[in-house]
C-alpha cells in the first residue's frame, strides 16, 4: 500500500488502521455524551509525537496524523458537527476549520497555511482534507478533544466540564475530553433545566 507516495508494510498499515479506530471510538463518545447539535464546534488537538510515545514536538508524523484525523473526521461528519484542529504553538494554537463555521461563528480567517513542523500534522491534515479550510486565532468551541497533552483549554466555552471516556488514549497518547455547558445564574431559589446540565 501506498499513503501520500510512501509504501508501507502491513504492520504499519494495521497500526494506522487501529489508530484511526481508537481516534473513531474517541470522538464517537464524546460526541455521544456532550449531546453536541448540528452545526456545533469540536475543538481538537493532537500530538502525533505522543502518539507514537515520543514527546511532544518531537517526532511529528503525517502518517499517523492522516489516520488520527481521518477517525475524527468521519466521526464529526456523521453528526453534523464542525472540527477545529489545534496548530502547535509555533503558530500560537491558531485553528484550522472550514469557512462556512468560521463565517458562521464571525471568526475572521487569518494568513498561514500548517505544516508538520509549523502547525503540526494533525493540523496538516485536516488543512489537506477540509474542503475549504481557513485558520483562525480563537474560538469558542462546544466539546474538545486533546490527544497528548495539547492544552486545548482556551479554545472552549467557559464553563467546561470533564468528559471521561472509555477509550483512554489513542496510540500512546494519553486523550482528555470535555464538553461545555451554559452558565448557573440565579441564587438558592433558582430552577435549571436538566437537559441544558
Do not use: W
Amino acid at each position: 500500500m501506498s499513503v501520500n507516495g510512501l509504501n508501507m508494510t502491513e504492520e504499519t498499515q494495521e497500526k494506522l488502521f487501529e489508530l484511526s479506530q481508537e481516534a473513531y471510538r474517541a470522538a464517537s463518545e464524546l460526541l455521544d455524551i456532550a449531546k453536541l447539535h448540528d452545526g456545533e464546534l469540536l475543538i481538537t488537538g493532537c500530538s502525533t509525537s505522543e502518539v507514537s510515545g515520543e514527546r511532544i514536538g518531537s517526532y511529528s508524523s503525517p502518517q499517523m496524523a492522516e489516520a488520527v484525523f481521518s477517525g475524527i473526521y468521519q466521526a464529526v461528519q456523521e453528526r453534523g458537527i464542525f472540527l477545529a484542529a489545534q496548530c502547535c504553538e509555533h503558530l500560537n494554537r491558531a485553528l484550522i476549520l472550514e469557512r462556512t463555521a468560521a463565517e458562521k461563528y464571525g471568526y475572521d480567517p487569518v494568513n498561514v497555511i500548517p505544516q508538520p513542523k509549523a502547525g503540526g500534522s494533525f493540523a496538516t491534515a485536516a488543512y489537506r482534507h477540509f474542503t475549504d479550510p481557513v485558520a483562525v486565532e480563537h474560538i469558542r468551541a462546544h466539546a474538545g478533544m486533546d490527544i497528548g497533552d495539547t492544552l486545548i483549554g482556551m479554545h472552549l466555552r467557559e464553563v467546561a466540564v470533564p468528559v471521561r471516556i472509555t477509550q483512554k488514549t489513542i496510540g500512546a497518547a494519553h486523550v482528555v475530553c470535555a464538553r461545555t455547558r451554559y452558565k448557573f445564574v440565579g441564587g438558592s431559589r433558582a430552577v435549571y433545566d436538566e437537559n441544558l446540565l
